[in-house]
């Protein structure tokens, strides 16, 4: 067994990794590396190695307790990847015996106990570092992200008799009277953001900092302090020029030796090869806390999720392996998009409950009228009609230089052609008229874009109309409802070549909360349709089990 002096745990740890017996990715094994040869070589560069320093880091840790969960109440007990990144972060001086490492980049998948950790850290620096008028900050974009490292560090002190006698725990800080230091969450868009003096800040999910603002902010507020740590946690993120991005490289760089940077200490654990993401076995390299706080059985419903779905393959990829993904993806499927293409007999839908979404966003191109049939039994099928608009000037300079068959489209009947070079919405409002004497259509659901102008034009035709945002929080839940009818080939569309290519077109974007939406901006061409699709299925989830028709019930509505 390789020996550091930093316990049997680090050192059985160590030893695991540079005999293979555990499966850990490449950058773990360089890190683990790096260690053992500044053990060997440190000292001529002024670097000294003191395990007990970082053992006292552990032992003050085994004072907090958890706050949540199954281990609520239990003292926090790290696990032996945990231990070697502790002591490995405080367990190095330099010559004049202030701390070596004064930046650290944490990046590993979610669940593995990083804002625990960080907590922890942040409530040492408090009480235990010997810093006078120690300010500590959780650090992140939005408040409610800053909160997250912060009120885990109350509940921590709140659980351990031994630190509440030291620290009072107050709504928006933690503060010790004998030494004034304080500990308070603090956020980018925070105004006083700047004009600290901190001892230890803790940057929460980087990769969310759309900035280098509040990196810069806190790396830049610890002049005064004879050795501060910036300590950066944070999961993969979908955009490699960000901040995060770029410490991510550069802590890359650092790993393999390209650069030697003695004050930073990255740790990275990620998936080596994302064309594995199915094998078990490769797991934890992304997961070292895999069957302690990673479930096995999530891992694996999310893995079986991902087989069919491409945008649940990018959030697994990124979330829980670590990848570096693109904030988009595919939607759905070709071929599962496509078996959803079943033929839907218009004549036998007549006076049947349907719901309306309408998508006029573009008055140079494609617009959508979409009526969709809620299935007459629990386990049956929506059916969907789709009504497409173009400007004749539109058709031929689409066919041409997209090489996007509206030509072909409009002939067929697939596309109906407005005369001029912009939509002629009247043409759209008389079809949706005609289509309410037909049919039994409970509501129009559409884009808040140009609303006044629908709301009159549906109102005059005794028509109820929702407007919808197009975030988030809106488009959600009805999306996931899309995904699942997709997947289960409960939804069909008839045999209609228009929104075949819209679905194959469909990017959905995700955001970190996992909240989903079609996202028009990223897909390279229209998705109109699909969009409609989910804005009139957003209405049949809505009033499930109504049948009232809409002259019973005439107005504008708003959600």
């Known amino acids: 067994m390789i020996r550091t002096g930093a316990g049997a745990a680090v050192d059985g740890y160590i030893d695991s990794v540079m005999q293979g017996t555990v499966n850990v990715g490449r950058y773990e094994r360089l890190m683990v590396e790096r260690q053992l040869n500044d053990i060997r070589t440190g000292g001529d560069r002024g670097l000294v190695w003191d395990p007990e320093l970082g053992q006292m880091v552990v032992d003050f840790m085994h004072l907090c307790r958890h706050s949540k969960g199954r281990w609520a109440g239990r003292p926090l007990e790290l696990e032996p990847w945990q231990e070697f990144w502790v002591t490995t972060l405080f367990g190095w001086m330099r010559e004049d015996g202030t701390r070596r490492f004064r930046r650290s980049l944490l990046f590993i998948g979610r669940k593995n106990g990083k804002s625990t950790l960080a907590s922890a850290i942040g409530l040492y ?11 500590i900050y959780a650090a992140a974009t939005k408040k409610e992200q800053a909160r997250i490292v912060f009120t885990e560090a109350q509940r921590m002190v709140e659980k351990s008799p031994a630190l509440l006698s030291e620290i009072t725990v107050h709504e928006n800080s933690i503060f010790v009277r004998g030494t004034a230091s304080r500990f308070v969450p603090l956020s980018a868009d925070d105004r006083k953001a700047s004009g600290h003096n901190s001892h230890i800040a803790i940057i929460d999910e980087l990769h969310e900092h759309p900035t280098a603002e509040m990196w810069d902010v806190m790396r830049t507020s610890m002049g005064a302090r004879e050795q501060p740590l910036l300590l950066a946690t944070t999961t993969a993120g979908d955009d490699e020029n960000s901040i995060c991005g ?22 990275i654990y990620m998936l080596d090869d994302a064309d594995k993401w199915k094998d078990e076995s490769c797991w934890r390299q992304a997961n070292p806390n895999i069957g302690v706080t990673v479930s096995v059985e999530e891992m694996r419903e999310m893995a079986k999720e991902a087989e069919d779905n491409p945008r649940s393959l990018n959030s697994f990829l990124r979330y829980k392996l670590n990848r570096w993904v693109s904030s988009s993806a595919r939607w759905f499927q070709p071929d599962v998009w496509d078996a959803c293409g079943e033929h839907v007999d218009e004549s036998a839908l007549e006076g049947r409950v349907c719901y309306g979404g309408l998508d006029l966003a573009s008055v140079e191109d494609i617009a959508a009228w979409i009526l969709l049939f809620p299935p007459e039994r629990a386990d049956g099928v929506y059916q969907v009609l789709c009504r497409f608009f173009v400007p004749e000037h539109a058709i031929a300079r689409r066919s041409v230089k997209a090489s996007v068959p509206y030509d072909v489209w409009s002939r067929e009947g697939h596309l109906i052609a407005t005369p001029g070079e912009v939509i002629d919405h009247d043409l759209i409002f008389d079809a949706i008229d005609a289509d309410a004497q037909r049919f039994d259509l409970q509501e129009i659901c559409f884009d808040r874009w140009g609303a006044a102008r629908v709301y009159t034009q549906m109102e005059d035709r005794g028509l109820k109309v929702m407007q919808m945002g197009q975030g988030y929080a ?17 939804i069909h569309y008839g045999e209609q070549p228009v929104m075949r290519w819209m679905g194959h077109n469909a990017v959905a974007t995700e955001d970190p909360a996992g909240n989903i939406k079609p996202d028009k901006g990223k897909a390279k061409e229209k998705i109109d349709g699909v969009v409609a699709v989910v804005m009139a299925l957003d209405r049949a989830m809505r009033r499930k089990g109504r049948t009232r028709s809409v002259y019973e019930d005439r107005g504008i509505a708003m959600i």
Not at 125 to 135: F, I, N, S
Not at 252 to 265: A, K
Not at 474 to 487: A, D, Y
């Open 246 to 267: 770029e410490q991510f490289h550069f802590a890359e760089r650092v790993l393999e030796g390209t650069i030697e940077v003695d004050e930073f200490f990255p740790a």
């Open 125 to 135: 620096g408090l009480v235990a570092d010997g810093e006078g008028g120690a300010e």
């Open 474 to 490: 809106s488009m959600s839940g009805p999306s996931k409802e899309l995904e699942r009818l997709v997947r289960q080939e409960r």
